[in-house]
C-alpha cells in the first residue's frame, strides 16, 4: 500500500495497484504437496475489523502472558495467550494505524489523528496522552524510559514513558511519494534505528536525538517517481552487534553497529519485516519470495518461489519454521 502523504486519496488508490504487490503476473495457485509438519487451532478469538484493502497491518504486542491487540475502530483487546480468553477489552476513539507497542507496564499506540496515546497494561486505562506532528503509522518502541515513534511527516519523536513529556524530535526529508508505512523505530542501549523513506537508516542518541550516523540502504534510480521509491520500512534488527535492514527497490544489508561499516548487500526489493535465528537472515521480497540468507556472509542459503506474486507478510521463526502469512489469509 503506498502512502502518498499529500496526494488526493484518488491517486493514492490508483497508486496501490503499482505498489509492493504491483505485478504483471497472476498470484500463484496454491500447490499440492505434501505436508511435512502438523499444526493444530489452539484457540481463536474475534478482536475486530482490519483495514482491508488500505493495507494497513495492526501488529499486536506480544507480552509474556497476554497478547495486546487493536482494531480499526479503537477497540483494544487483552488476550490470554495459554486458552484466548479476553482479560479486558475497552472501546476507545483512537483510529489505531500502526499497532501497539508496550513496556515497563503500559501501552502505547499512536493514532490517525497525531496522538501517542499510553494505557495501562492491567486494564487498558488511559494513562497520558502526547500530541505528535502527524498521524503515526509505524509501531511505538518503548525501552529504558523512553518512548519513540515514527509519523508520516518524517519526524522522530522521543516521550518519557512514565509522564509523556516531549524530549526530542529529529525530522527525515520525505519525498513527494512513498510507500503507506513506516519502520518502527528500533531501541538499543543508548541509541535509536529509525528507517527514512529516503532510504536511509538513521541512528541517533537516545538520550537527545543526536544524529550518529547515517546510512544509505538503498539509492534512488530512475526517471519516474514510482521508479525512485526507495523507502525503508522494515523494521531494522540488532543482534550480536550487527544490524539487519531492508529497502524497498534497494537491497537488504548487514552493518557493524560498532563502526557502522557494511558487512555484506545484497540487491533486493524488501518492504516487510525480517526475521533471525543462529545462523540465517530471513526476507520476504515484494514478489513474495522467500529468501534464506547466511547471515555473516550474505550468501544466499535457500528461496521458495512458490508464493510468486501473491503479497506476503513479513517473516516469522518458530522452532526449525520459517512462517509467512498471505492476502488470502493462509499461513504458510
Not at 53 to 68: S, V
Not at 138 to 143: D, G, Q, R
Not at 168 to 183: A, E, K, M, Q, T
Request: aromatic share 10%; proline share 4%; hydrophobic share 40%.
Amino acid at each position: 500500500m503506498l502512502k502518498t502523504g499529500f496526494l488526493t486519496a484518488a491517486c493514492a488508490l490508483l497508486l496501490v495497484a503499482c505498489s509492493a504487490a504491483d505485478t504483471a503476473d497472476p498470484p500463484s495457485p496454491l500447490t499440492d504437496f505434501t505436508p511435512e509438519a502438523a499444526f493444530k487451532t489452539l484457540w481463536s478469538v474475534d478482536t475486530g475489523d482490519g483495514y482491508g484493502e488500505f493495507g494497513l497491518q495492526l501488529k499486536p504486542f506480544n507480552a509474556t502472558d497476554t497478547i495486546y491487540v487493536a482494531d480499526a475502530k479503537g477497540r483494544i483487546s487483552a488476550i490470554d495467550k495459554g486458552n484466548g480468553r479476553k482479560k479486558w477489552q475497552i472501546k476507545t476513539d483512537y483510529a489505531v494505524y500502526g499497532g501497539i507497542g508496550g513496556g515497563g507496564g503500559l501501552l502505547f499506540i499512536g493514532t490517525r489523528d497525531g496522538e501517542l496515546v499510553a494505557l495501562w497494561q492491567s486494564d487498558g486505562r488511559v494513562a497520558w496522552t502526547s500530541p505528535l506532528s502527524s498521524e503515526a503509522l509505524s509501531v511505538p518502541a518503548a525501552e529504558l524510559g523512553v518512548v519513540v515513534v515514527r509519523t508520516v511527516d518524517g519526524n522522530l519523536q522521543a516521550f518519557s514513558a512514565a509522564t509523556g513529556e516531549r524530549l526530542w524530535s529529529y525530522i527525515h526529508p520525505v519525498p513527494s511519494l512513498s510507500l503507506r508505512g513506516n519502520s518502527d523505530p528500533v531501541i538499543y542501549a543508548g541509541g535509536v534505528l529509525a528507517g527514512a523513506d529516503n532510504g536511509r537508516l538513521a541512528i541517533l542518541g537516545l538520550s537527545n536525538g543526536a544524529l550518529l550516523r547515517e546510512i544509505p540502504v538503498g539509492i534512488p534510480s530512475g526517471s519516474s517517481d514510482l521508479a525512485r521509491l526507495i523507502d525503508v520500512d522494515a523494521r531494522a534488527i540488532i543482534d550480536n552487534g550487527i544490524v539487519y535492514s531492508a529497502a524497498y527497490q534497494g537491497r537488504v544489508a548487514a552493518l557493524s553497529l560498532e563502526n557502522v561499516q557494511p558487512l555484506w548487500a545484497r540487491e533486493l526489493s524488501v518492504y516487510q519485516d525480517m526475521s533471525l535465528d543462529e545462523e540465517n537472515l530471513y526476507v520476504a521480497d515484494e514478489m513474495g519470495h522467500i529468501w534464506a540468507f547466511d547471515r555473516l556472509t550474505g550468501s544466499t542459503v535457500w528461496v521458495q518461489d512458490k508464493l510468486h506474486a501473491r503479497p506476503v507478510s513479513g517473516t516469522s521463526v518458530y522452532d526449525d519454521f520459517v512462517m509467512v502469512g498471505d492476502f488470502e489469509g493462509y499461513l504458510h
